[in-house]
Nanobody, 124 residues
Framework: QVQLVESGGGLVQAGGSLRLSCAAS????????MGWFRQTPGKEREFVAA????????YYTDSVKGRFTISRDNAKNTLYLQMNSLKPEDTAAYYC?????????????????WGQGTQVTVSS
């Protein structure tokens, strides 16, 4: 089974940028659908972006379209989330998830494996 470790979170001012990374070990990263989700205290995990392994098709929640970019480097077993024009409402713990065959890519319950999360805080 794949193991995931996120990094790259931190404190940034509104309008700034961060790049999150999700390093995978064990398993075959190139054959997993990958997603980024975020969560704030007391709320369910929220879909941010996903990238499919078969054709690298990407999907985004409306609130991040045009600001965030998901990508993957299969040679490095790493998933990325480039976040630009950050807003205070982007503040959350960000998690990467992996699944072998995803139908509902925006449903966190579809994903079998998760990292420990990385905190992103955007100040106004």
């Amino acid at each position: 089974q794949v193991q995931l470790v996120e990094s790259g979170g931190g404190l940034v001012q509104a309008g700034g940028s961060l790049r999150l990374s999700c390093a995978a070990s064990r398993g075959t990263f190139s054959t997993y659908d990958m997603g980024w989700f975020r969560q704030t205290p007391g709320k369910e995990r929220e879909f941010v972006a996903a990238i499919m392994w078969r054709d690298e098709e990407t999907y985004y929640t409306d609130s991040v379209k045009g600001r965030f970019t998901i990508s993957r480097d299969n040679a490095k077993n790493t998933l990325y989330l480039q976040m630009n024009s950050l807003k205070p409402e982007d503040t959350a713990a960000y998690y990467c998830g992996a699944n072998a065959d995803t139908y509902y890519y925006n449903d966190y319950k579809e994903y079998d494996y998760w990292g420990q999360g990385t905190q992103v805080t955007v100040s106004s």
